[in-house]
């Protein structure tokens, strides 16, 4: 009897320590949402840098009396730069959203919900 009480803690204590298929699939859930969440704020960042220097280039062209060719191809460049630049911050900015949004609302516990880890740049 003693040997069975033994067995029956030993079993009841492994399947309470180790954790089951469920909570390492919603823990990786988690994770992966995290560092989705993150790596698009850090995106945000840089981009918001980004369009910091190339407005201060827009304006050091727009400045000058007598612009050159070069000087206008290159704002026209700055120009385009800045409107890409500012596409891809509202791209980062909403797919930070989202995974706040899915951080939030428990979407991980939710059967089936597993993402995959972010992707490269696109």
Not at 13 to 41: D, H, M, P
Request: proline share 2%.
């Amino acid at each position: 009897m003693l040997i069975l009480v033994f067995f029956l803690g030993g079993v009841s204590w492994i399947y309470g320590y180790f954790a089951t298929k469920e909570q390492v699939r919603v823990l990786r859930c988690l994770l992966n949402t995290n560092v989705e969440f993150v790596s698009y704020q850090i995106q945000s960042k840089l981009l918001l840098d980004q369009m910091h220097q190339i407005d201060a280039e827009r304006i050091r062209l727009t400045a000058l009396d007598r612009p050159s060719l070069e000087d206008k191809l290159n704002l026209h460049q700055r120009d385009v730069d800045y409107e890409l630049s500012k596409a891809n911050l509202a791209r980062a900015d909403q797919r930070t959203q989202d995974a706040l949004h899915r951080l939030q609302t428990n979407q991980c516990e939710e059967v089936g919900q597993a993402p995959e880890a972010p992707k490269a740049k696109e």
